[in-house]
């Protein structure tokens, strides 16, 4: 199975591009965040005529999450045990997907900014990795052969490796000790990043002050891999040339490949 995450930042506005990735990298199951669209606005017709079926999770014009899979859907969850709400009155987000493909559990995950370390929205990024560390800890002792992907964009980089410069991020998200301690946390309830080994590139660079041209970019789409899962991983690609010409996302794909 080659399984692959993209942050497509609208599925409308991208949909040219994601459909000519699918078809140009053999992708099986793609999951997508940053739809940015309502369920009922989904392009799924699209999808379906390139031989893929699609779930979704999309309240509004921001965040939005989705699954597309060849190799067939079931076991649709949306949201994960525990997920925090946010807003004044509080209301889950479309953060959050589970659907289980051709036998592995496959989690499209928007993981909230966290906007600046002193804000609420930062508390509520870690209240919301906690939680979600949580659910996966208990699905693998439940099931210890489970083959679970936690993939998405993270919004943090876990080293210092993974931005361009640190001396730029001084008291920033994304950098900070606790977002980063959230990330390791996963490895204690058996998770492991499986791209890192394969392949070290920047998968964001922000549109403004020419960032991709000078490659001052960000690596936080990532996959976390159950034991079982991370056992099959053979290899891993950052599609970088997804950054490049018109109209492309501020994100790349991130391919993982499963034997």
Not at 159 to 183: I, L, N, Q, Y
Request: proline letters at 5%; charged letters at 25%; hydrophobic letters at 40%.
């Amino acid at each position: 199975m080659r399984l692959a995450t993209w942050n497509v930042n609208s599925i409308r506005t991208r949909l040219d591009r994601v459909l000519a990735f699918l078809d140009r990298s053999g992708t099986d199951v793609l999951a997508m965040q940053e739809t940015k669209c309502r369920d009922d606005q989904f392009p799924l017709l699209a999808f379906e005529a390139a031989g893929y079926e699609v779930v979704t999770h999309g309240l509004s014009q921001w965040n939005g999450v989705a699954v597309a899979s060849r190799v067939g859907v079931s076991d649709v969850e949306i949201g994960f045990p525990g997920m925090p709400t946010w807003g004044d009155p509080a209301a889950e987000e479309a953060r959050a997907l589970g659907v289980t493909c051709d036998g592995v559990r496959v989690w499209s995950l928007y993981v909230p900014n966290g906007r600046t370390v002193s804000d609420p929205h930062y508390t509520y990024k870690l209240q919301w990795l906690e939680a979600l560390r949580h659910a996966a800890g208990d699905w693998v002792v439940k099931d210890p052969d489970a083959q679970i992907a936690l993939v998405g964009d993270w919004n943090i980089a876990p080293r210092d490796e993974d931005v361009w410069d640190m001396s730029k991020f001084d008291g920033a998200t994304h950098v900070s000790a606790p977002e980063r301690e959230a990330f390791r946390a996963f490895e204690d309830v058996g998770f492991t990043e499986v791209t890192r080994a394969h392949v070290t590139q920047f998968t964001y660079w922000d549109y403004q002050k020419l960032r991709f041209p000078r490659n001052e970019g960000m690596r936080i789409d990532l996959v976390q891999a159950s034991p079982e899962l991370a056992a099959h991983v053979v290899g891993a690609q950052i599609d970088r040339d997804e950054r490049k010409g018109r109209g492309a996302s501020d994100h790349v794909p991130v391919i993982v490949d499963l034997a």
